[in-house]
């Protein structure tokens, strides 16, 4: 087994394969590229998930089934297509977003892509949104990707309201290099990796910023 260092020294992918791998394995059609597309046309950041993390989100809901899905986090709604487009006919997926603009932006996305009825976007921060929906749980899939200070709390919620057999899914869980750092933020993230593995089987995915992956026990 590698030790640490060389460990940090074993990158495979550069840009040029990253980008052939997103262009043969998940292509966008015309609704994804102008959701792809939508924080720069909006001066919004483009801090969406890149292509390839889109498509593992669809395959990762169609591998369970899901039909009743929680996002935190929507920006321009190019990863709620993604989990929308995974759902069955009667699937719903609630997304929740903290910026009225980015909640403006993301549901003209949606509705162009023909998804309005599938998707709706929740406006307000994810600890005083995900109350409101618990009336719909139990869920498939909670997706994380909102405010990293409250990962935590969101583990723990989705731990209470996911069904036996679904998935947590928690992007940035690397937290762009600082995961090991000595900062609140960082130990946040720690906790959220550590309280998941007590009500899911965990994984964490190298993707570029990592994606925890929890089956629910
Ligand atoms: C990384 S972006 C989401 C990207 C999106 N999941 C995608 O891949 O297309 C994070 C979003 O979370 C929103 N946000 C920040 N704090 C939040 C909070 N407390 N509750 C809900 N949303 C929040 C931001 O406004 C931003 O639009």
Request: one cysteine or more; charged letters at 25%; hydrophobic letters at 45%.
């Amino acid at each position: 087994m590698a030790d640490a260092d060389s460990r940090s020294g074993q990158v495979y992918f550069d840009g040029r394969i990253l980008d052939w791998c997103d262009r043969t394995h998940a292509p966008h059609d015309e609704a994804l590229q102008r959701a792809f597309e939508a924080p720069a046309r909006a001066g919004m950041p483009p801090i969406h998930v890149a292509p390839s993390e889109g498509k593992l989100l669809e395959l990762l809901l169609r591998m369970v089934g899901a039909k009743r899905v929680v996002e935190l986090g929507t920006l321009a709604g190019y990863s709620a297509l993604r989990l929308a487009r995974a759902l069955p006919e009667g699937g719903k997926l609630w997304t929740v977003e903290f910026d009225p603009r980015h909640a403006e932006v993301a549901r003209d996305v949606i509705a162009k892509a023909g998804l309005a009825e599938k998707v709706e976007v929740c406006v307000g921060r994810g600890v005083e949104v995900l109350p409101t929906l618990e009336a719909h749980g139990p869920f498939c899939v909670v997706f994380i990707d909102a405010d990293k200070e409250s990962y935590d709390v969101y583990g723990r919620w989705a731990a209470r309201h996911v069904r036996p057999g679904g998935l947590l899914l928690g992007d940035n869980s690397f937290l762009f290099k600082n995961l090991l750092d000595d900062s609140a933020r960082a130990a946040v993230m720690r906790r959220f990796h550590e309280e998941a593995r007590a009500h899911f089987d965990t994984v964490n995915v190298p993707t570029p910023d990592g994606l925890l992956v929890g089956l629910k026990r």
